[in-house]
């Protein structure tokens, strides 16, 4: 796959463009990069949902839908999502390319300039329709609380929430929903025009196109954005080192335990050891063949699943797992075990190398996937770097299994989370 290229559409906008003939799909997106935190986070998110009602020219979701199926059955959605510590609100669109329809339409130019206008001149003109805002205020708010449903994700979120307390990254990406539900128009259209002004703007492209043509494109579709003299920052704090363990217990009513372990790895994303700690954390638990799952799930029967996996932007390693209130402390002890063996560098051949081509091969995956792509690649702008799959994949082939326990052994258990059954208490 050809290198992905970083280039400078505006003052303080990127885009990164890659050029491939791999896909019939071209994908746009434009996401506004903003430092995550608790005060601003509802109003960021809500922001992408209110503008995607509709623009000047097309100003309710019938006339838009009808302009999108005109760009034969283009896709245009709202964007949220968490990057370490950057949040990171805009849209995401896909569309069949010109070259495979008949026309020979120039569809990159008009699904740039739909975005650009459903960003720069929504429905209302000065202001935020009233009823979009109170809608799509409701259904954020049931979106936030319908996490609760899904125990494993709201276990592993509230983990992250206790042990990141102090930090920005303990903030949702979608705010908090008594928050959301309170947002008015007036206040979300003061911070829309503000965000518009400050913010990063990350743009992506993979499609034919040249790089420099579709920065052109992108550099007419965002003509009127206004631009500050100066940007609200957004970047991420890793923090290297862990306190005293910190343990936490809640009470539900569900019939299986789920039981997280966060710990500061303190590699992130950036580090020259990231590779390793990749790799540390397949091992430990991102396989089938992993530590965790042959010997905490497998042999011991301790828990129903575990795994493991890398928060890299953060550094933080975390362990999930779904148990017996009975079998609590022997999983516990189990999971703690085996990552002692990871640090020790008690790695068989069979489990590095089966770890090494589960990691290339999901890259690989992904390397495969326009959709994949353009989140990869957003994280990379988030953080500042271009590193695409390919070349992450070849770092990781020269990781050995001594960097692998030096990685490990410089990790710190943090945060012990335990959501427990109440119909289980013994």
Same mark, same amino acid.
């Given at each position: ?6 280039? #400078? ?6 885009? @990164?463009?890659?050029? #491939?003939?791999?896909? %019939? ?31 000047? @020219? ?13 760009? !034969? ?9 968490? %990057? ?38 929504? +429905? ?26 899904? %125990? ?12 990141? /307390?102090?930090?920005? !990254?303990? +903030? ?29 703007? +990350? ?14 494109? $992108? ?24 306190? /005293? ?45 992993? %530590? ?12 129903? !699943?575990?795994?493991? $996996? ?22 516990? /002890?189990?999971?703690?075990?085996? $990552? ?26 992904? /390397? ?22 390919? +070349? ?24 012990? !989370? ?9």
């Amino acid at each position: 796959m050809a290198e992905a290229v970083r280039l #400078t559409v505006r003052p303080g906008v990127t885009l @990164t463009a890659l050029q #491939t003939e791999q896909f %019939k799909t071209d994908v746009l997106s434009l996401s506004l990069l903003r430092p995550l935190s608790r005060e601003e986070a509802g109003l960021s998110a809500l922001l992408p949902q209110v503008l995607c009602r509709g623009s000047r @020219t097309y100003p309710d979701m019938t006339r838009l839908a009808a302009r999108l199926e005109a760009l !034969y059955g283009a896709r245009l959605e709202p964007a949220v999502r968490k %990057k370490g510590e950057v949040q990171c609100v805009g849209l995401t669109a896909d569309f069949v390319d010109g070259a495979y329809l008949p026309a020979r339409p120039d569809q990159l130019r008009d699904m740039a300039a739909l975005m650009g206008e459903i960003l720069l001149d929504p +429905a209302g003109g000065g202001e935020f329709l009233p009823a979009y805002v109170t809608g799509e205020r409701a259904v954020l708010a049931d979106r936030i609380r319908a996490e609760r449903n899904h %125990k494993p994700t709201y276990a592993v979120r509230r983990m992250l929430a206790l042990m990141c /307390a102090g930090e920005a !990254y303990g +903030a949702h990406e979608l705010g908090e929903a008594h928050a959301v539900e309170a947002l008015e128009p007036e206040a979300l259209w003061a911070h829309y025009r503000a965000v518009l002004a400050r913010s990063r703007v +990350a743009l992506f492209y993979a499609g034919p196109r040249p790089p420099d043509e579709a920065a052109d494109i $992108w550099r007419g579709a965002l003509d009127a954005l206004p631009r500050a003299a100066s940007f609200d920052r957004a970047d991420t704090r890793v923090v290297r080192t862990a306190a /005293a363990r910190r343990e936490h217990e809640e009470n539900m009513d569900i019939a299986q335990g789920t039981l997280i372990l966060g710990m500061r790895l303190g590699v992130a994303a950036g580090d020259a050891q990231y590779p390793a700690a990749l790799l540390a954390a397949a091992v430990y638990g991102g396989t089938t063949t992993s %530590k965790l799952f042959l010997s905490v799930r497998e042999r011991l029967s301790l828990a129903y !699943y575990a795994s493991a $996996w890398l928060e890299g932007h953060k550094g933080i390693l975390v362990v999930s797992s779904g148990i017996e209130a009975k079998n609590r402390a022997a999983a516990e /002890a189990e999971i703690l075990r085996q $990552w002692t063996a990871v640090a020790e560098g008690t790695i068989s051949d069979e489990e590095l190398e089966a770890a090494r081509l589960s990691l290339i091969h999901r890259l690989r995956a992904a /390397a495969d996937r326009p959709d994949r792509l353009e989140d990869h690649f957003l994280g990379q702008a988030a953080a500042g770097r271009t590193e695409g799959p390919d +070349a992450l994949a070849e770092r990781l082939r020269g990781v050995s299994r001594a960097e692998v326990a030096a990685v490990a052994a410089g990790g710190a258990w943090d945060t012990v !989370y335990f959501l427990r059954g109440e119909e289980t208490h013994e």
